[in-house]
């Protein structure tokens, strides 16, 4: 054995010192499944509860003699009023039940519109374009190229003709032509993959924030697939990135007091006459992130659609923090200073978003979150209200209640917040991610090309959970969960990700620079 030298033995003092600074994995890894065993006893409680009881009940009749029930059916027979009015109430309660409880509302298709190559935006050209319109200032056109190079943002996804041109042509015929073109899309794909006739469709709904044109956008839809004329139509404007969840929302009460019918609900948003041709930085935000792209979805409350549908409606929950001045105001449509119109987004935006997450899913929590995970919410709650304890409040987690998470691909800032207050991996965050990469920023849409992802991924099992979760402007913040009611085999999908799903997911870079 070699002498022990001063300097090795300082090294060696190093390494303990460092190997105590290093994070016990194995008190991680006890922790991680004692919380699990808390969880699978908390949530089988009801029945180990159960097991004595029927014990003792068991026990019970064993007891019970030929001649107990000889006896109990003599007393029967003298007490027929008795009988037939108890009978007769079970079932009135019986039938109450069933005519009053809510109508499931099943989601029996989906579509997402995948523009043509020609609407191509790659970085480089979104910079050209705005060089070339020669209306942005050096140092606005740098402020672009920052916000683009750290947006998450790839090299294919999608602006409309009218603002690719040079020069650009913004104006109502172009924008009808890219809401057409959009729409019509969406529902002409979701027709062909349900085999439903547009004359069976009893509700629609169409959910636009910026482009509300006269006749409005549902009335377009009426007129080019000749719809009933006794169809319930609704056209949401100005609701934000929110609003498809909304549009969802309204569809849903629809259909619970219209029997047997199809609800559509179609949400885009209209890039053409909204992308913004000023120096307002706040402004110059939403060119930066918003692309083109819609989605169809058909709703229906018809039980024998619920073999044959993917996704049941499980939940919706709505928060709109619209009282409060600075969210009312974080995202506010106004003229800049030269009288150019544009999306203004506030710096408390974040702040805001989280305030309204916060209370949404306080809402949403005791629906979906499992008993395990409610009663360690509500012991913090009370050591800390009630015996002022100085703790970290409880978050709950959300992944013991959902397989699957949908968030609004906004933008990275905010999927980095959400993953990191929700405590979600990469591979739940993955399809945001990968949308936003992808397609960009498409507004109330964006839910739905992220379904579409994990569809074509195969992740979705029969019995799977997905939360959808989307923010817009007002400010509101709205949730839909989904129970689907079979697997989903990817091979036979059609949907914009299919012919390319082998390639994702790819790491995106926190700065990729765009070439000159």
Sequence with gaps: ????????????????????????????????????????????????????LLGVASAHLSTISHQDVVQLWENLKFNLVSVTLCSSFIVFLVTFYFMSRPRGVYLVDFACYKPEPDCTCTREIFMDRSVQTGVFSEENLAFQKKILERSGLGQKTYLPPAILTVPANPCMAEARKEAEQVMFGAIDQLLAKTGVKAKDIGILVVNCSLFNPTPSLSAMIVNHYKLRGNILSYNLGGMGCSAGLISIDLAKQLLQVHPNSYALVVSMENITLNWYFGNNRSMLVSNCLFRMGGAAVLLSNKPSDRRRAKYQLI???????????????????????????????????????????????????????????????????????????????????????????????????VLDELEKNLELTDWHMEPSRMTLYRFGNTSSSSLWYELAYTEAKGRIRKGDRT?????????KCNSAVWRALRTINPGKEKNPWMDEIQEFPVHVPKVATIGS
């Design 315 to 413: 939940h919706t929950v709505r928060t709109h923090k619209g009282a409060d001045d600075k969210s009312y105001g974080c995202v506010f449509q106004e003229e800049d200073e030269k009288k150019t119109i544009g999306v203004a987004l506030s710096k408390d935006l974040m702040a805001v978003a989280g305030e309204a997450l916060k209370t949404n899913i306080t809402t949403l929590g005791p629906l979906v979150l499992p008993m395990s995970e409610q009663l360690l919410f509500f012991a913090t709650l009370v050591a800390k209200k009630v015996f002022k304890m100085k703790i970290k409040p409880y978050i709950p987690d959300f992944k013991l209640a959902f397989e699957h998470f949908c968030v609004h691909a906004g933008g990275r800032a």
């Design 1 to 52: 054995m070699a002498d022990q030298t001063p300097d090795s033995g300082t090294v060696s003092v190093e390494a303990s010192q460092e190997r105590r600074k290093l994070p016990n994995f194995l008190l991680s890894v006890r922790l991680k499944y004692v919380k699990l065993g808390y969880h699978y006893l908390i949530s089988n409680a009801m029945y180990l509860l159960l097991i004595p």
């Design 467 to 475: 939360w959808q979760i989307a923010f817009g402007s007002g400010f």
